[in-house]
Nanobody, 118 residues
Framework: VQLVESGGGLVQPGGSLRLSCAAS?????MGWFHQAPGEEREGVAA???????VYADSVKGRFTSSRDSSKTTLALQMNNLRPNDTGMYYC????????????????WGRGIQVTVSS
């Protein structure tokens, strides 16, 4: 399974970005992890094929995750971005949702950079 992220870039604090992850095949769970410079990866959002979604507390109310009808593309709409949202964002997918959200998903994208700075 290949995962390809797109949509990162540089944005000012308070701005918005939309990330997208395209999977080469359907998997039950898909999600996003964030890795700030010098930090470990942390879960941001994840969805199963029934559109059940979980979010990290730090992004609730600011980020929204969605999947397309084929369930092979996962988007992350990021609003009201903050400087500490800066870092690499990785798409992850797995047959098992619990493994994915624990950071132990089988399939990972290469990551995409998001920089929030004035």
């Amino acid at each position: 399974v290949q995962l390809v992220e797109s949509g990162g870039g540089l944005v000012q604090p308070g701005g918005s970005l939309r990330l997208s992850c395209a999977a080469s095949k359907f998997l039950y769970g898909m999600g996003w992890f964030h890795q700030a410079p010098g930090e470990e990866r942390e879960g941001v959002a994840a969805m199963d094929s029934r559109d059940t979604t979980v979010y990290a507390d730090s992004v609730k109310g600011r980020f929204t995750s969605s999947r397309d009808s084929s369930k092979t593309t996962l988007a992350l709409q990021m609003n009201n971005l903050r400087p500490n949202d800066t870092g690499m964002y990785y798409c992850v997918a797995d047959r098992f949702f619990s493994a994915l959200w624990a950071g132990k998903g089988d399939y990972w994208g290469r990551g995409i950079q998001v920089t929030v700075s004035s």
